[in-house]
């Protein structure tokens, strides 16, 4: 009767044989094999617990652990290597911190990191939302000077957050919380923050280095993918049609968008420059329309400024734009004018800035300088 019986080597009590469990050259049983051992959670490898390199919920071998994963410095947090942030002070790399740390330690400084990314705050009510990235520079990369322009956008709520940007001289770039165009136009203070930028010497159009860039919710496009997708092929369409009204439209050289904001290529039908850009044509992320995001689609062409008409009259357009791919079908967005889509454009910035650039029904008139 003893032959079918064993001796956990772990809790030291008898069991029958059909319990025990080998692992490490000791007999365990049931229970003591399942609360001392684990399963790598990469490479499902059994290991002592004592040994286990991650945490509770994700146990991981040394191997794995060391290839795959870091700690927070700050909190211990267990990280995935490429979910650890960097301090931008941290040239190579050295200090990992998990996502809440980060923005702790993001929260006492005026000018980001450049991959510091926020959980957004929606402002306003609708499904389209607008994040406006604005470039400025000339004047340094002072946190003395982005304090005094978060305190003004953020007097009340947070609406804005200011990020290094490599591509610039002696700037910085504003970020915007998705906000609904209406909101842009009567709640965020605008013309303030402009008006102080200009104040400490900044430039955007003049500076040469800086871009505009609008993030526009895709979830705007359509109540599910199909028509997400039908809707975005209609813009990309649209920016290739008018490539040449859009070109003057975005005050740059035709080398700079080649650059930053490239074509896609016109097609025969909106569906087919979708799936040439989704192939991995035209300039990836830097292409005039960057779909390379999961939850936006970023128009990418516009040269920055400081010109509060400007800014706005470049939300209406893109809104414009929206609506376009939207409400029509593909036959009327190949069908559709520059003309007859310039007199559906109402909106008295948009209108402005249309007369501005000679594009509004050949009445052009002069306007103020960009800055």
Same mark, same amino acid.
């Given at each position: 009767?003893?032959? #079918?019986?064993?001796?956990?080597?772990?809790?030291?009590?008898?069991?029958?044989?059909?319990?025990?469990?080998?692992?490490?050259?000791?007999? !365990?049983?049931?229970?003591?094999?399942?609360?001392?051992?684990?399963?790598? /959670?990469?490479?499902?490898?059994?290991?002592?617990?004592?040994? #286990?390199?991650?945490?509770?919920?994700?146990?991981?071998?040394?191997? &794995?652990?060391?290839?795959?994963?870091?700690? &927070?410095?700050? &909190?211990?947090?267990? =990280?995935?290597?490429?979910?650890?942030?960097?301090?931008?002070?941290?040239?190579?790399?050295?200090?990992?911190?998990?996502?809440?740390?980060?923005?702790?330690?993001?929260?006492?400084?005026?000018?980001?990191?450049?991959?510091?990314?926020?959980?957004?705050?929606?402002?306003?009510?609708?499904?389209?939302?607008?994040?406006?990235?604005?470039?400025?520079?000339? $004047?340094?990369?002072?946190?003395?000077?982005?304090?005094?322009?978060?305190?003004?956008? #953020?007097?009340?709520?947070?609406?804005?957050?200011?990020?290094?940007?490599?591509?610039?001289?002696?700037?910085?770039?504003?970020?915007?919380?998705?906000? /609904? =165009?209406?909101?842009?136009?009567?709640?965020?203070?605008?013309?303030?923050?402009?008006?102080? $930028?200009? /104040?400490?010497?900044?430039?955007?159009?003049?500076?040469?280095?800086? *871009?505009?860039?609008?993030?526009?919710?895709?979830?705007?496009? *359509?109540?599910?993918?199909?028509?997400?997708?039908?809707?975005?092929?209609?813009?990309?369409?649209?920016?290739?049609?008018?490539?040449?009204?859009?070109?003057?439209?975005?005050?740059?050289?035709?080398?700079? =968008?080649?650059?930053?904001?490239?074509?896609?290529? =016109?097609?025969?039908?909106?569906?087919?420059?979708?799936?040439? %850009?989704?192939?991995?044509?035209?300039?990836?992320?830097?292409?005039?329309?960057?779909?390379? #995001?999961?939850? /936006?689609?970023?128009?990418?062409?516009?040269?920055?400024?400081?010109?509060?008409?400007?800014?706005?009259?470049? !939300?209406?357009?893109?809104?414009?734009?929206?609506?376009?791919?939207?409400?029509?079908?593909?036959?009327?967005?190949?069908?559709? @004018?520059?003309?007859?889509? %310039? @007199? *559906? &454009?109402?909106?008295?910035? !948009?209108?402005?800035?249309?007369?501005?650039?000679?594009?509004?029904?050949?009445?052009?008139?002069?306007?103020?300088?960009?800055?």
């Amino acid at each position: 009767m003893r032959d #079918n019986m064993f001796t956990c080597e772990i809790c030291g009590h008898e069991y029958s044989i059909d319990q025990r469990q080998t692992f490490g050259n000791q007999e !365990l049983c049931s229970d003591c094999f399942e609360q001392e051992t684990v399963l790598c /959670t990469v490479c499902g490898e059994r290991i002592w617990a004592d040994d #286990n390199a991650g945490n509770d919920c994700v146990p991981l071998c040394q191997r &794995c652990y060391e290839r795959d994963y870091t700690n &927070c410095i700050r &909190c211990g947090a267990l =990280l995935r290597n490429d979910s650890a942030y960097y301090s931008r002070d941290d040239e190579d790399d050295e200090e990992p911190l998990c996502y809440d740390c980060y923005a702790r330690n993001a929260q006492q400084r005026a000018i980001q990191d450049y991959s510091y990314k926020p959980e957004p705050i929606f402002y306003g009510n609708g499904t389209r939302y607008f994040g406006v990235e604005l470039e400025i520079d000339g $004047a340094g990369e002072y946190s003395g000077n982005a304090k005094t322009i978060l305190a003004l956008a #953020n007097a009340r709520e947070d609406l804005i957050y200011c990020k290094h940007d490599g591509s610039l001289d002696e700037g910085f770039e504003i970020v915007t919380h998705p906000m /609904t =165009l209406d909101f842009h136009q009567k709640n965020m203070p605008w013309e303030a923050v402009l008006r102080e $930028a200009v /104040t400490m010497d900044y430039r955007s159009h003049q500076a040469g280095t800086c *871009g505009l860039h609008v993030h526009v919710s895709r979830a705007a496009f *359509g109540l599910n993918h199909r028509e997400q997708e039908a809707s975005i092929a209609r813009v990309l369409y649209f920016f290739e049609k008018h490539w040449e009204e859009l070109l003057k439209l975005s005050r740059r050289s035709r080398r700079q =968008l080649e650059r930053w904001a490239a074509r896609y290529g =016109l097609k025969d039908h909106p569906m087919d420059i979708l799936d040439h %850009a989704k192939k991995g044509y035209g300039g990836g992320r830097y292409s005039c329309v960057n779909l390379q #995001n999961s939850d /936006t689609i970023e128009f990418r062409m516009f040269r920055g400024t400081l010109k509060y008409n400007t800014l706005i009259a470049t !939300l209406q357009l893109v809104d414009r734009v929206c609506d376009v791919a939207i409400y029509l079908s593909d036959e009327e967005v190949k069908a559709l @004018s520059w003309t007859s889509f %310039a @007199s *559906g &454009c109402l909106a008295p910035e !948009l209108v402005q800035y249309l007369k501005e650039r000679r594009l509004y029904v050949n009445e052009p008139v002069s306007g103020e300088d960009e800055l």
